[in-house]
C-alpha cells in the first residue's frame, strides 16, 4: 500500500480508520491513492472481525477536493472507458460493512462521489459538496449520475450537476447528502461513535443488511455504470474538455464557447 497517500489505523476493536493523505493538494484523488485504497480493501475488507470503516481526509481544508485534473487532462476516451476512479467507488460501496466518510473541508468532484459511494456521510460546518465537473467540459462519471439521484432526488441531482454549484452543510443536511452536522472538530469522533454503534450489533445482521440495501435499492446497476463511463468517454476526447482543463490548471478562466 501507498502509505504517502492512504493511512490506515485501528483506533478500537472492529473499526478501521483510513485516511486521505494528500493535505497539501486537498486530497485529489491521483492514480497512486487509487491505488492505495485498492489495497487497503485488499488487505482489510475480507477481515470477518471488521465492522465499520471510517474514511477521512487529512488536513483541514478538503475531505477530497475531487480527481487530480493534471491526471484528468492526459486522459483518453479509452481510459474512460477503464473506470477508474468508478471500479475503486464501486468497490468501498459493495465493501461488505458500512463505510462511513468523515468529511471536513471540500468534498467535490470524485471526492463528492467518493462520500456518495460511503453509507453514511458526517460532514463539519464548514464542508462544501458538489459536481462541479461540467465547467472543465466533462460530467460527473464515477457514480454521481446515479448515487447522487438515490440519496437526493433526481430533481435536486440535476440542479447540482447542471449548475455544478457547492452545496455548504445546513444544505446538505436538509436534502439528505448528509447524515450529520457537527463541528469540524468533532467529524471523525462523530464518525467514530457511529462505527462504534454498529460494531456492538450483530455482524452476520449488519452485513446482510448493507447486501439486501444495495441489491434493492438500485436496479440496473451494472448497466448504470457501463453507461455513465461510455458517455463520459466521448466528453474525454473532446476539445472543450482539453481547453477548461487547461484553463483550470493555469489558473485562468475559460474562454466562452
Known sequence: MSESRILVDHPEPGVLLVTLNAPERRNAIDQEMV???????????????????????????????????????????????????STIFNRIEECAVPVIAAIKG???????????????????ESAKLGQPEVALGIMPAAGGTYRLPRLIGLGRARELIYTGRMVAADEALRIGLANAVVPDTEVVERALGLARSIAKNGPLAVRA?????????????????EFESATQAELFDSDDKRARMDAFLQKRAAKKR
Open 35 to 85: 491505488d492505495g485504497l485498492h489495497a487497503m480493501l485488499d488487505e482489510h475488507g475480507g477481515d470477518d472481525s471488521l465492522a465499520a470503516i471510517v474514511l477521512t481526509g487529512a488536513g483541514e481544508k478538503a475531505f477530497a477536493a475531487g480527481a487530480d485534473i493534471g491526471q484528468l487532462r492526459d486522459r483518453t476516451g479509452e481510459d474512460a472507458k477503464k473506470a477508474i476512479n
Open 106 to 124: 471540500y468534498a467535490l468532484g470524485g471526492g463528492c462521489e467518493l462520500a456518495i459511494a460511503c453509507d453514511l456521510r458526517v460532514i463539519g
Open 209 to 225: 443488511a448493507k447486501k439486501s440495501l444495495n441489491t434493492l435499492s438500485r436496479p440496473g446497476h451494472e448497466h448504470a455504470v
